[in-house]
């Protein structure tokens, strides 16, 4: 849906028409779609709308390949379908007339009355069972997503679009939230629209109430929850405890023995473990840790502290930063203090024992003393007697110097550079195991840019809250289904034993994304006959290139399916791995 390749040649009347047009990756993601029945899952969820001609599952089909593809708003999404070969992609008798907006907009009315969000899961639930999904480990996180619009009216039960903590570092504009929850291969299994003022902290508290019956996970087994530092609160942790969950997460500063470890473990230096890099890269960090069993929140828990085996280069600006805002506001009240005269020493002490207060700062070393001095006074009128002394009185000014306290502030780095992980698990191996947790939290953040892509704007040009909330469980429809095929592909190639997939740069990808996939895919075509009146099947235009077959075998494609006649024979691996 990227580009039209429409061609049409005839010989002379009757006969038959050659008409070709571009798939590109639909050829893959539309088959998947059709593999895990997508289409008959919503159709069981969603009523059907007697207004429209097609049903729900289609309908949503188009959304989320239009997606895919072409990311176009409600009233293009029928003009971005005039350029694929419709029939193939959404099923025969789909015409372009049943995917106008008045059409589409009344099957988000009617999935947005079914419940989105539980037609979410039910897909997901369906991928889990096909793909053989594991579920004991979910990484759960949230961000916003500007919206752009007038919102006046509050509708019931939908969401709110309104500001919020923008995670966008806009919050001047209108915003929704978005709620994930994904495996640690990255397969979204849970996920909630949001108000755009919702909090963090209630979120994760909702979602641990209720993912354990919303994956199916059997009595008696564990789920692991990894979050950030917002699943770190007392009522969080009393509701996993209630449902069997294991939290790990970052203890919050703001919690006390937080800060009381950090330092205790700094001034330790004999008892911390090499735990190495956790990263591929070359200049990955590495980490060490040390292990504390603590009581937190109310329950005995084990807590990680690690620091970095060298200060980040952040962490040396920002608490240099620091230092410099310190001593140059330190510097300016310092030159008004000593300007300042003091009638005896008791006043003179008191000021700079205030100062010394107020200035107390841990990267800073203040010293100052009292000065006294003595002044001659203005002579009375007349003339003195003789061998009387100049009259004279006391004054006090202090005398204050203000210099980097160097000792202080490599301390300092140091316990920026630390950080602590908490983790209700019962038995762990030590402070990597730990880590190595709460490292993979950074999967479900590679998943928001695909949420957030700003090409997407106009996809949210949508006048009422209720479809706009529709709409959005659309896009993490998509989302889901992308994340099938880039799972299928990275288990695949790596049980293939084959050489990396080469991207359109000629570059291996040992663990390609889908949006690599879709690059390699590129320049799919299909043709068809159409001889009078008569319309053949969709066939491929020219044979796939090896890499295309390739990725055909990785995203778990049959080599019998009709699109593939016209290349040779493609062994296959399992679906999903």
């Known amino acids: 849906m ?69 990311r176009d708003p409600l009233y293009r999404v029928a003009q971005s379908y ?18 106008n907006d008045a059409a589409l907009a009344r099957h988000l009315d009617r999935l947005f009355e079914a419940g989105s969000e539980g037609v979410f899961n039910a897909l997901s639930l369906r991928v889990i069972d096909r793909e053989n999904v594991n579920v ?119 919690v006390k023995v937080c800060d009381e470890v950090v330092r205790a473990a700094i001034e330790e230096t004999t008892d911390w473990e090499e735990l190495g890099a956790f990263g591929a890269e070359r200049d990955a960090a590495k980490y060490m840790g040390r292990l504390v069993r603590r009581e937190v929140l109310g329950d005995e828990v084990w807590l990680g502290v690690y620091r970095s085996a060298e200060v980040d280069k952040r962490v040396r600006h920002s608490v240099t930063h620091r230092r410099e805002k310190q001593m140059a506001q330190a510097t300016k009240d310092a030159r008004k203090a000593v300007r300042q ?66 000792e202080a502030t490599s301390r300092a780095m140091l316990e920026e550079s630390c950080f602590v992980v908490l983790t209700t698990r019962a038995q762990v191996s030590g402070p990597r195991e730990i880590l190595a947790d709460y490292k993979r939290q950074s999967v479900v953040e590679t998943r928001f840019p695909f949420l957030k892509d700003p090409s997407w704007a106009e996809v949210y040009f949508i006048k009422q809250p209720h479809r706009l909330e529709a709409l959005g469980y659309v896009v993490l429809i998509a989302l889901l289904l992308w994340c099938v095929w880039e799972r299928r592909v990275r288990r695949n190639l790596a049980l293939s034993g084959e050489e990396p997939l080469r991207d359109t740069t000629g570059y291996k990808k040992t663990r390609p994304t889908a949006t690599v996939c879709r690059h390699v895919m590129k320049g799919i075509k299909l043709y068809r006959l159409l001889d009078h009146g008569q319309q053949g099947p969709w066939r491929l235009a020219a044979p796939l290139t090896v890499e295309q077959q390739r990725l055909f075998r990785f995203s778990g494609m049959a080599p019998a399916h009709p699109w593939l006649t016209s290349s040779s024979k493609l062994p296959i691996l399992v679906p999903g791995g």
């Open 2 to 70: 990227d580009s039209l390749a429409l061609v049409a040649g005839t010989g002379g009347d009757g006969e038959p028409v050659v008409e070709i047009k571009d798939v590109d990756q639909l050829a893959v993601t539309t088959l998947i779609w059709d593999q895990l029945g997508f289409t008959e899952v919503i159709n069981d969820c969603v009523p059907a709308d007697d207004q429209v001609a097609i049903s729900p599952g289609l309908a949503v089909k188009a959304l989320v390949l239009n997606t895919l593809g072409g």
């Open 82 to 99: 005039a350029f694929a070969p419709l029939e193939a992609v959404l099923g025969p008798g789909v015409t372009l007339d049943n995917l």
């Open 136 to 254: 004991d480990e979910i990484h759960a996180d949230t961000t916003s997503r500007l919206v752009f619009g007038e919102y006046v009216n509050e509708e019931a039960g939908a969401i709110s679009i309104r500001p919020g903590h923008s995670k966008d570092k806009r919050p001047d504009l209108d915003q929704v939230m978005i709620g994930l929850g994904v495996t640690p291969d990255g397969l979204p299994v849970t996920a909630q629209m949001l108000s755009g003022n919702s909090s963090d902290k209630t979120w994760h508290g909702g979602m641990l109430d209720v993912v354990t019956k919303r994956l199916h996970v059997k009595d008696g087994k564990r789920l692991h929850y990894v979050g950030d530092s917002a699943v770190i609160t007392q009522e969080n942790l009393r509701i996993a405890k209630q449902h069997n969950i294991d939290v790990t997460g970052r203890l919050p500063r703001t």
């Open 341 to 406: 005269e003091y009638a005896c020493a008791p006043d003179a002490q008191a000021a700079l024992t205030e100062f010394r207060r107020a200035h107390r700062d841990e990267l800073l070393r203040v010293l100052g003393q009292v000065h006294e001095e003595t002044v001659a006074l203005p002579r009375r009128p007349g003339r003195p007697r003789r061998g009387a002394a100049s009259p004279t009185k006391l004054k006090y000014r202090l005398e204050i110097s203000i210099a980097p306290d160097e």
